[in-house]
């Protein structure tokens, strides 16, 4: 692999979805202090109650929720969505340098939901995808490496881009041509046991993220 080339990330969305084992149909306490409770711990990641959404023009109870919004700032944006079925947050360009605070906080209000709440993890789900944008390289440059001669036979020219899709147990990453300039798609799914933490499906998540540049040789801030 030649000298890494620069990149930058130029917009990425990370999505953590949780079903729960039992849907929320027996909270114990009032919705008002779970949705108290919640809220309370989210503040110091910017949310507040002018952010509280509740759409009650639903059909079916399990698209009911409760979605809270980050307001102080409004962007970049971030969510906790509490339906009855499962939680989900998504959070867009997310930096590492938030990661304690924003780890902090969400842990927080999911060990809300299940103290005050009563719910129980069935299974956890980190997704998150990138654009990245390589400054000083072909793209198909720095993908080509990842597929063997024989693959550049299934077409009848030189491929204008390699891309891959990989799986293996309960993690998936793909890594495509972006809609970005000369910039490369990347995203990375892993199901995750119910008893992890926040921080240690960041430290997977950083893991993965620090490989995928090292293997394509890129380097840039994460």
Known sequence: MPDKSQAEITYSLLEYTSPFKRPLLGVSSS??????????ELEP???TFSGVDVNLQILKLDELAVVFRRTTPPTPARSFALGLGKVRIT???LDWTEADRFISSHSAALNA???VGGAETQ???LVIGMHIQIKDRPRKDVTAPLLSPVASELVDKEPDFSGVILLRGKATIVIDASSVANGLFVRIIREHQPEATFGELAEILRNDEKRIFDTLGLEGIL
């Open 91 to 93: 959070a867009e360009n």
């Open 45 to 47: 990641s910017g949310y």
């Open 113 to 115: 939901v299940r103290e």
């Open 31 to 40: 919705p008002g202090e779970l949705i108290s409770r919640v809220l309370n």
């Open 123 to 125: 299974s956890q789900q």
